[in-house]
């Protein structure tokens, strides 16, 4: 991939922590099938990014306007910044509701 975000890198590690809940790793097929969090998975972010990026091309080129590389690199950070702070969102309610639950076992 020609313009991969920074972002893409923190969302892959993300996938390595276990759910806080089920002790399994965070892979977009768990977070959607047991909570409902749709997250893509890798092969077809990185298409849609690549998708994005050509687009963004096409039309720097439409404009005639000089191909910004960070430019494309910033806007996949951004869609890619969403998914992490959907997953980074359940993580904290997951965490809150078990800390909610070990004070109400105690
Ligand atoms: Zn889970």
Sequence with gaps: M???PAELIQLI???????PMCKVPLSNSHLSLRHSIVVPNLVDLIKTLDHDSKLS???MKRNRTPIERSEIIK???FKVGEYINKIHSFLQI???KL???KRANS
């Design 13 to 19: 590690n993300l996938a390595n922590h276990l759910c």
């Design 75 to 77: 806007n996949a950070g």
């Design 57 to 59: 091309i096409a039309n």
């Design 2 to 4: 020609k313009f991969a």
């Design 99 to 101: 800390k909610g639950d």
């Design 94 to 96: 997951e965490k809150f």
